[in-house]
């Protein structure tokens, strides 16, 4: 498999994605003038000539005061980075090709707004086609605040679409010069294979368990606690307990049963992506059914079950796996 | 690589955009073409209604018939687009299309560039201390475009706007004020100036006519400004000497500048010299202005036979010119030639006055006892003086001096000159200004253009050339009181036909005095401030202007001084809040250590209540129930108050041994 958008890698440690975060350092932070910038230069010379030649001296004072304001302008610039710091966020999970928005969250501690902060990335491909582009996201971002935002990433594969080489710039305060900053994060999020093939389920896979007809199919009862995990829901969490001293604990909520089916890779055809794409639909369908299923691929099995964790469980396992 | 977000002309930007314009634009229209001020209104009412009120933009058909309709509107009316004036009018109008067609941001910053400079074209007219100031305003105005232009951000209000773009504008000035009086300044234009370039100066001119002088002398403009290195003369000794006139058509007079050389003519001088330095304000020609008869020529100028001190270049900015004068003099003979000039008078005109002096000359012999009778004539006949004389008919002199009666001072002087000709005595005009006004609070002598004047000087043998002013017979207080006195001033509370209280009048003239004070402090240091200026203020400071490496040195020095200067302004506003939940938390961890449980800097709240918990179990329930607000906190729950917090841990007071 081809190599894209950085490297196709293994499941990061997720340790490793936690408690990385990045501060933007004063002296990593390079400016230049924008097209603007240099415009703005040729009237200033412009305007200097036009003073010596009329012998005005206001004419003289306004363009040292635009030359000054042009300087001191990019101190604004240069400040509107410096210090931010940035950590990765909680990112959605999303199917290949279509566009993830990977999320950053950026600490502005600083009593200011700091407006027009862009995130860039540049996946290095000719930018022929739409989904080539950059990765582009501009923020304005609040005093003294935390700010998520979601850096649009176009995902071509299924497997972990890993992001580093990120960029942050800035044209604020007056477009005449852009500073700039590579930022030390590493986005992560783990790319679904896209759902393709025959939407109807195998048939024969259909089994009528004995009971559990009459079980509720919502989701919105209290099923109990487990152990928090990285990209829980903070709103999940339940703070009592945590007070408590009981440890982070996730409220659960439980789903309704139906029937159950085996999603078999013996049961696709096609070659090696397409039966991938094929399983991928039948686990969406499945689910979207609320039918207790369970996956068999040649690795292994997922045991039967039912709800988002085990929804989850299988989209991520058929996103990473690989033939023997 | 675009990576500006979606750039649209909002409501915000368009309207900040043509309040600038609109602001640069405003002066300009007192000399613009009526037609370009009402198509600049037009264009930016149009974009305004386009975007408040969804009006449709022209076609590029129209707008490229504008921009060609412009043009050539302004090549006809200026017969030219390479003036200055012309060139604001193109500029104007331009501004006001690229205002009506902004649609991405290139256009946006093409308005602003074209306003920025139309601020300079400002300059080019008048660069008075409210020309300065408000145009530092609109200078604020820009920056809020730029800002606004520039990159979206949250929007704001007017006032934060205009304030956060004031911060700049003043963390800006030290440096603008470092370089203004540290960058070189060159002497003379660069390249030719277009003809126009100093159109609207006001002043004497070659030629005078009947009328001209009283139509300078409804201007208040200061004409020049006069420092006296000892006490100055009486003011009716102050006879400021301009273009002399020695040929006429019977209408005007014209005065001849040539020849002119580097020596004065041979002359006898007596009494003290008066030294003087004399600051010119800028007229368009070449004439200076000395006391009564110029005893040295400055550097720079020449003198004609007849004592017209000329400088060798136009007088185009403001110039300080030291001179000295005499007020007692005598001079040699006169030539054949030059005095067939000055008794030439134009065939066939002026008959009754040449009657009238044949009468007078026939009743005396003696020159100086004619010149009285005249002087006399002029007295006793009701003349009057006045800013606004009647037309004078097809022969001003004979009109005035028998019909109208009623002038100013040049019609006084040339009915004087052509009178002395026509009875056989050489006399000539001489232009000039009269008087001044002293200033008590700088001690200097103001001149205005309302003090110009114009008399006569006639030759008698053995004396010379002598002055004889007949407009003095007449109103001897403009002479010896100045303007002031002869005719109201033109602008003032009497114009309201109230009479103000003398202690008002007086408070009035004092007021005058100090602005007229800051006005020359301002155009001394502010718009003087050329290449001479430069070389002996940076002289006082030890510094060789024309040693550039040694500026350069310094204008580097200053640049880091006014760079560090706003980097410290500018990071000083950007200096972290600390979190309060987090200074609070640090307090708890401090409390802690004191008994001995010292905290991982990458310990996180939970692990620490554990390890708390097992080596102090008696402070467990407290530490827990800490450890649970901050992390409640921290990851913002609503049931937690950062003030339940402070409590708990200002509460908590470990002591050193549990047990």
């Known amino acids: 498999m081809a190599a894209y958008s950085g490297s196709m890698v293994k499941k990061p440690r997720q340790s490793e994605l936690t408690t990385q975060s990045h501060a933007v350092l004063r002296q990593r932070i390079y400016i230049l003038p924008t097209a603007q910038g240099l415009g703005y230069a040729l009237l200033l010379i412009i305007m200097l000539l036009g003073a010596i030649n009329y012998d005005s001296s206001l004419g003289y004072a306004l363009t040292f005061l635009l030359v000054s304001l042009a300087l001191t302008s990019t101190f604004y610039t240069h400040g509107n980075l410096s210090g931010l710091v940035f950590r990765p966020g909680a990112t959605p999970r999303v199917f290949a090709g279509n566009t993830a928005d990977l999320q950053i969250c950026v600490r502005n501690a600083i009593p200011q707004p700091r407006p027009a902060i862009v995130v860039r990335y540049d996946n290095g491909r000719a930018k022929k086609r739409p989904m080539d582009r950059p990765g582009l996201v501009e923020a304005d971002l609040p005093a003294d605040d935390t700010t998520s935002i979601a850096l649009p990433v176009f995902a071509p594969r299924r497997g972990w679409l890993v992001v580093d080489g990120l960029t942050i710039a800035t044209r604020h305060p007056f477009g005449l010069f852009r500073a700039w900053s590579p930022i030390q994060l590493e986005l992560a999020c783990l790319v679904y294979p896209r759902p393709a093939g025959r939407p109807e389920l195998p048939r024969r896979a259909l089994q009528h368990p004995n009971s559990r007809e009459n079980e509720g199919f919502d989701g919105d009862d209290f099923a109990g606690l487990r152990d928090f995990r990285h990209g829980d829901s903070p709103k999940g969490i339940h703070w009592k307990a945590a007070a408590k001293g009981a440890g982070l604990q996730v409220k659960q909520f439980a789903g309704g049963g139906g029937k159950e089916i085996w999603l078999d890779w013996l049961a696709t055809s096609g070659d090696f992506e397409e039966r991938i794409s094929q399983l991928a639909l039948w686990v969406v369908k499945a689910h979207e059914q609320r039918l207790r299923f369970g996956l068999t691929l040649p690795s292994g099995q997922i045991e039967k079950s039912q709800g988002e964790a085990h929804y989850h469980e299988c989209m991520g396992r058929l996103a990473v796996w690989e033939a023997a | ?659």
């Not at chain 2, 640069?24 to 370009?36: C, D």
């Not at chain 2, 020849?259 to 004065?264: N, T």
Request: aromatic residues 10%; contains cysteine.
């Open chain 2, 1 to 659: 690589m675009s990576e500006v977000r979606n750039w649209q002309p909002t409501k915000e930007r368009v309207t900040w955009l043509s309040l600038a314009t609109t602001s640069v634009l405003l002066p300009h229209t007192t000399h613009l073409p009526i037609w370009i001020s009402i198509g600049y209104a037009v264009f930016v009412l149009w974009r305004l209604l386009h975007t408040f009120r969804g009006v449709p933009l022209p076609s590029r058909w129209f707008m490229m018939l504008m921009v060609t309709v412009v043009i050539t509107g302004a090549a006809i009316d200026y017969r030219s687009v390479l003036g200055r004036d012309a060139g604001v009018a193109l500029l104007a109008g331009l501004a006001g299309l690229k205002t009506l067609e902004i649609k991405i941001q290139r256009d946006a910053y093409v308005v602003i560039y074209l306003g920025l400079f139309l601020i300079v074209t400002n300059f080019l007219y008048s660069q008075t201390i409210g020309t300065g100031t408000y145009m530092l305003m609109v200078t604020v105005v820009y920056t809020v475009c730029l800002r606004v232009v520039a990159v979206a951000g949250p929007s704001e209000t007017v006032l934060y706007r205009l304030n956060s773009a004031g911060r700049i504008v003043v963390q800006s000035l030290p440096l603008a004020v470092f370089l203004f009086i540290l960058f070189p300044r060159l002497p003379g234009p660069l390249w030719s100036l277009p003809e126009d370039a100093h159109a609207g100066l006001s002043g004497l001119s070659d030629t005078m006519q009947p009328g001209h002088i009283s139509q300078l002398s409804l201007s208040d403009k200061v004409a020049f400004r006069v420092r006296f290195d000892s006490r100055p003369p009486p003011p009716d000794k102050l006879y400021w000497r301009g273009p002399v006139m020695w040929d006429t058509d019977g209408n005007s007079w014209t005065a001849n500048t040539r020849p002119r050389s580097r020596r004065l003519p041979a002359m006898e001088v007596t009494g003290t010299t008066i030294s003087y330095e004399m600051t010119l304000e800028p007229h368009g020609r070449r004439w200076m202005f000395p006391l009564d008869v110029p005893t040295y020529v400055p550097r720079g100028a020449m003198v004609t036979p007849d004592l017209q001190l000329l400088s060798l270049r136009k007088i185009t900015d403001r110039r300080r010119i030291r001179m000295s004068s005499h007020v007692e003099y005598s001079m040699a003979a006169l030539s054949v030639g030059d005095r067939g000039r000055a008794l030439a008078l134009p065939r066939g005109k002026h008959l009754k006055a040449r009657e009238l002096a044949l009468s007078m000359r026939l009743r005396n012999t003696n020159d100086e006892a004619l010149v009285n009778d005249l002087l006399k004539y002029f007295r006793e006949m009701p003349f009057y003086y006045t800013l606004r004389p009647p037309l004078p008919g097809p022969d001003p002199v004979d009109g005035f001096l028998f019909d109208t009666r009623t002038g100013f001072c040049e019609h006084y002087a040339a009915a004087f000159v052509v009178l002395a000709r026509a009875a056989g005595i050489p006399a000539r005009i001489v232009t000039g200004y009269q008087g001044g006004e002293r200033n008590p609070l700088g001690d200097y002598l103001i001149v205005r253009q309302r003090d110009a004047h114009a008399w006569a000087e006639i030759w008698t043998a053995g004396l010379g050339w002598h002055r004889v002013d007949p407009t003095a017979a007449v109103v001897p207080d403009r002479i010896e009181h100045g303007m002031d006195a002869a005719i109201p001033p033109i602008i003032g509370p009497d114009l309201l036909g109230i009479q103000p209280p003398k202690g008002l009048q007086e408070w009035l003239r004092s007021l005058r005095h100090g602005l007229d004070t800051i006005n020359n402090s301002w155009n001394q240091w502010i718009l003087g401030y050329g290449s001479i200026r430069q070389r002996a203020f940076l002289a006082a400071l030890g510094l060789d202007a024309r040693d550039w490496r040694q500026v350069g040195v310094w204008i580097l020095v200053s640049l880091l001084f006014c760079i560090s200067l706003v980097a410290w302004w500018v990071w000083r506003g950007q200096q972290p809040v600390p979190d309060p939940v987090v200074k609070l938390y640090q307090g708890f961890t401090t409390k802690l250590s004191r008994i001995g449980v010292s905290t991982h800097p990458t310990e996180g709240p939970l692990s620490l209540v554990d390890r708390v918990g097992s080596l102090r179990p008696d402070l467990r329930s407290e530490v827990t129930r800490i450890a649970g607000l901050y992390v409640g906190l921290r990851y913002r729950d609503d049931d937690t108050t950062v003030a339940e917090f402070a409590q708990a841990v200002k509460c908590f007071r470990p002591k050193q041994d549990g047990k």
